[in-house]
């Protein structure tokens, strides 16, 4: 069973970093692709940035610039670099991989919390 755990959510000022870890455990492939979503109260998960296992990447409209998504040395292991950050950044942050002819798995999510 693929387990995906994250870290490096905490509260930060406005303007500040923060730098978000994701490692699955349990798989014996590679992942298709592994992203970052983010849901804040009263809105839907959104999309904040993915990559593919060929290093492609994608963002969010809002974080383009700011947040920069890396592939750690292990496999299935990425990061999720957050300078610059809004208060509208304020959010609980969740890890997703993609496998194969299987579900996506998701993280139990880091909370994100940004004051001005």
């Known amino acids: 069973q693929v387990q995906l755990v994250e870290s490096g959510g905490g509260s930060v000022q406005a303007g500040g970093s923060l730098k978000l870890s994701c490692a699955a455990s349990?798989?014996?492939?590679?992942?298709?692709?592994m992203g970052w979503y983010r849901q804040a109260p009263g809105k839907e998960r959104e999309l904040v940035s993915s990559i593919s296992y060929t290093g492609r990447t994608a963002y969010g409209e809002s974080v383009k610039g700011r947040f920069t998504i890396s592939q750690g040395n292990a496999m299935n292991t990425i990061y999720l670099q957050m300078n610059d950050l809004k208060t509208e950044d304020t959010a609980l942050y969740y890890c997703s991989a993609d496998f194969p002819l299987e579900r996506r798995y998701w993280g139990q999510g880091t909370q994100v919390t940004v004051s001005s």
């Open positions: 349990g798989a014996r492939i590679r992942s298709t692709s």
